[in-house]
């Protein structure tokens, strides 16, 4: 088995099913360039693959040009033990961007853009597959085993229709981030003893502005739950990466 250090060292990719057969993965020509051009990686050289779901594989380029043989399957423990959905108003500008790439680097499970009443972004169908993107090379950099998932910005109000109530034997904690309320702290929520963890976090963060109140009257009767982030008044693309930089602190810290 490759050692730690060695793998830390390797580069990885992100691969598709479709590029898989007999042990051989066909690259394709962007991660060609990438792999020998960028990387000046040549034959017998080594890098993992990641199916984006869980599975990654120690690598090695062939002589044949374009493919690659994997060697063996690898374990790799990255991912947070709870799956975390974070439900985003959508920012303005390309404040997504950078919200995306730092939510995958902390362990988010699903993004989920929404159009709120104070919302003043409309993107467009390029910028759902650049922020898919975006999240897949901070996976590899972030050296995540899956690849979080990102859905099509929706409204709010359609997103928690489609989403309250708890199927049997699901654990979820729903948040919903205020400010200016009387409010809980995230952390302290979060810090709170329970028999059953829960399997699953959403949490939810408004946009410049905040949440109307109205919104947060919807959330909290589709079982969100609201809660502060602090004293001060953060920006829009600040909240998200506090509140799961805060999850994944308390998590991490309860698996060792």
């Not at 034959?43 to 690659?68: N, P, V, Y």
């Not at 060697?71 to 950078?98: C, F, Q, R």
């Not at 059953?196 to 589709?222: D, F, R, S």
């Amino acid at each position: 088995m490759i050692g730690f250090i060695r793998m830390a060292q390797l580069q990885r990719l992100v691969i598709s099913s479709a590029q898989c057969h007999d042990q051989t993965i066909a690259l394709t020509q962007e991660q060609q360039h990438y792999l020998g051009r960028v990387l000046r990686l040549r034959r017998g050289d080594q890098f993992i693959a990641m199916d984006g779901a869980g599975q990654s594989w120690l690598c090695q380029i062939q002589a044949t040009e374009g493919r690659a043989t994997m060697l063996e399957p690898l374990e790799v423990a990255t991912e947070l033990p709870v799956a975390v959905t974070l439900v985003l108003a959508l920012p303005k500008g390309s404040g997504l961007d950078d919200i995306v790439r730092q939510a995958t680097e902390l362990g988010v499970a699903h993004l989920v853009p929404v159009i709120s009443d104070r919302t003043l972004a409309n993107p467009s169908g390029q910028k759902l597959e650049r922020w898919r993107r975006i999240a897949q090379e901070a996976a590899e950099q972030s050296e995540r085993q899956t690849v979080p998932t990102l859905e099509p910005p929706v409204s709010l109000k359609t997103y928690l229709a489609d989403n309250a109530g708890v199927s049997e034997g699901e654990t979820i904690a729903r948040y919903i981030c205020v400010t200016r309320q009387s409010a809980p702290h995230l952390l302290d929520q979060l810090l709170q003893v329970q028999p059953h963890p829960p399997k699953q976090i959403q949490v939810a963060i408004g946009p410049e502005g905040g949440w109307t109140e109205l919104e947060v009257e919807q959330a909290i009767a589709a079982g969100y739950q609201p809660v502060s982030l602090g004293c001060r008044i953060l920006r829009a693309i600040t909240a998200p990466i506090v509140a799961l930089s805060l999850i994944a602190a308390v998590y991490e810290n309860r698996q060792q």
